[in-house]
């Protein structure tokens, strides 16, 4: 899957968050290899996707411990489609891909060449 590069050189891929509905929602993405789970999203659009609500979980951050709720669901990503554990909490500026999409998948980042693959 081919990403671009943002402001700031941020890693961003184009990923559909699918709704219960089954409603597809392109967004884009940011990789960041400091988050250890598959996808967090910003607690303002879990309502809209309708997706089944697992658990609690506290999670160590930047900002200190911080409580996420976890969700179970569907995204498209670079042409398949995954049921993963979704992290939901507040003030997420940005739809975060961690580092657990890096066991199954071969990064390469070639800043220089405007080059950026995940796949």
Not at 7 to 21: Q, R, T
Request: hydrophobic share 45%.
């Amino acid at each position: 899957m081919n990403g671009f590069l943002g402001d700031e050189d941020a890693l961003l891929f184009e990923i559909s968050l699918i709704a219960s509905d089954g409603l597809e929602l392109p967004v884009d993405a940011m990789l960041d290899t400091g988050f250890s789970d598959f996808l967090a999203i910003n607690d303002q659009d879990i309502d809209a996707l309708g997706w089944e609500h697992l658990r609690e979980q506290i999670m160590c951050t930047a900002r200190g411990d911080v409580k996420f709720n976890i969700y179970i669901g569907k995204v498209i990503f670079d042409g398949q489609e995954y049921d993963i554990p979704v992290h939901v909490g507040k003030d997420l500026s940005e739809v975060l891909l961690g580092r657990q999409w890096l066991q199954s998948k071969r990064l390469v980042v070639d800043i220089p060449s405007s080059v950026l693959t995940l796949g």
